[in-house]
């Protein structure tokens, strides 16, 4: 089978990766891809946003499904158009992405659903807004209702701080994104990813895995991406995996299912285990960014023959099993990161990492046969091991025998899990 993958990162890298491995794969095609996965197919310029120009290249070279990695092109309807022309597809659909796209929508389908979260308010208005806020005191969490990239999201301790946030979004900060605004309760616990293989009917647990989104050792500075994550996340034990399948996705599938729009793809539950039980933060439509290259390098099963069953609506059948070992994975970005990346230095030794080490490529670019910065976040150095701590090990070694002095990472990827095996 001609796959086509879209995106270039180095959640694209680790799907490449994997579905290069699956013997049922005949070409894998990448648009734009990067020089990571053009490892492991043919990186082709293709215009995203033009989806029946994407459409007309799946006819032409005889795709048998098309993997779409990031979220801009789901919440814009890519997947729609493709089926609409017979080519299948695994991705939520436009009216299915709201799930990520829209903030509210998430949120009302909670409030439906029974679905536990924090107490929220829409509103699309600053006064009324702040009038809320003034009400409900500090800390509260203030999000712009649409995609931001990550950064739409503010965790205020103060009433200024909070106020401030929704000038911005009102003023335009987020564009059309921060046209309407969520307030939300503030939320406390650890925070863990889980996600799930979808088809519309069944909802496949997927592995779990943490994130590390402050740009800072000891989760300081901005937020970002993702700094690095490892997999699994083993405060959320089978039993918590039980709870959250029954009280937060099943609702979750039905709730879309009876709406006319059935959920396929990933659904990536942001999960706040707080006192009271788990509760969901927000979904996104779509693997995590570092997190989808932890959960390849365990995944046991064949990618490809998995991603083809959901677009079929077969996952019924499907079973995930997993490597024992952990895999973690530390980013390196570019100086500069997040604000303004510097691009164009050279990064060398990327043959040198060692065993059960793989480098995934995100932000580089080929330029005179050399690997170049091309982005924030650069590489993605996952290890695997028995213990978080040995993987972690094994990752900031290979990172040592990486020439790339203008590159930087955080040194602590990993350390909830690492104080919990020290006990
Ligand atoms: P999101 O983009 O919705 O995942 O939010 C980004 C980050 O903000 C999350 O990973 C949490 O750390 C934090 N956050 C979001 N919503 C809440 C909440 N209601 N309470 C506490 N922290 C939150
Ligand atoms: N790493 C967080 C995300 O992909 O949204």
């Not at 918590?240 to 979750?252: A, H, N, S, Y």
Request: net charge negative; glycine share 12%; proline share 5%.
């Amino acid at each position: 089978m001609n796959v086509l993958l879209i995106g270039s990162g180095g959640r694209e890298h680790a799907l490449a990766w994997k579905l290069g491995a699956s013997p049922m794969l005949t070409k894998l095609f990448a648009a734009p891809g990067n020089p990571g996965i053009a490892d492991h197919g043919e990186c082709v310029v293709l215009d995203i946003e033009d989806h029946e120009a994407v459409a007309a290249f799946c006819k032409l070279m005889a795709i048998g499904l098309v993997v779409i990695g990031p979220e801009a092109p789901l919440v814009a309807g890519l997947a729609d158009v493709l089926r609409a022309h017979g080519i299948r597809v695994f991705g939520p659909s436009a009216a299915a992405a709201r799930l990520e796209g829209s903030k509210g929508f998430t949120k009302d389908l909670c409030a439906k659903y029974d679905i536990p979260t924090a107490a929220y308010e829409r509103f699309n208005n600053a006064p009324k807004a702040k009038a809320y806020v003034r009400a409900q005191g500090a800390p509260i969490v203030i999000k712009a209702d649409g995609l931001a990239a990550g950064k739409g999201v503010t965790v205020a301790m103060t009433l200024d701080e909070a106020f401030a946030a929704i000038d911005d979004c009102f003023e335009g900060g987020f564009g059309e994104a921060g046209a309407e605004v969520v307030v939300e309760e503030f939320m406390q616990g650890e925070e863990a990813s889980f996600f799930c293989l979808c088809d519309g009917k069944t909802a496949l647990p997927f592995g779990t895995a943490q994130d590390h989104k402050r740009v800072g050792d000891g989760d300081t500075g901005p937020n970002t991406g993702g700094m690095g994550a490892y997999s699994p996340a083993s405060v959320l034990t089978s039993e918590l995996v039980d709870q959250v399948m029954k009280t937060i996705i099943e609702p979750t599938m039905k709730g879309m299912a009876e709406m006319g729009a059935p959920f396929s793809g990933v659904l990536y539950a942001g999960l706040m285990l707080t006192p009271d039980g788990p509760k969901l933060i927000e979904y996104n439509t779509r693997f995590g960014d570092p997190e989808c290259q932890v959960l390849m390098m365990r995944l046991k099963e064949d990618l490809l023959i998995l991603l083809n069953a959901a677009a079929d609506g077969q996952l019924a059948h499907m079973s995930a099993r997993w490597r024992d070992q952990v895999a973690l994975t530390v980013v390196m970005a570019a100086q500069g990161y997040p604000a303004t990346p510097e691009k164009g230095s050279v990064i060398r030794g990327l043959d040198r990492v060692g065993d059960d080490v793989e480098v995934f490529h995100a932000g580089t670019a080929r330029k005179d046969g050399e690997i170049v910065a091309n982005g924030g976040r650069v590489l993605n150095v996952t290890a695997m091991a028995l213990t978080v701590s040995a993987a972690r090990e094994k990752a900031y070694a290979a990172i040592e025998r990486i020439d790339w002095p203008e590159g930087f990472c955080r040194r602590d990827i990993g350390w909830r899990e690492v104080e919990r095996e020290k006990r």
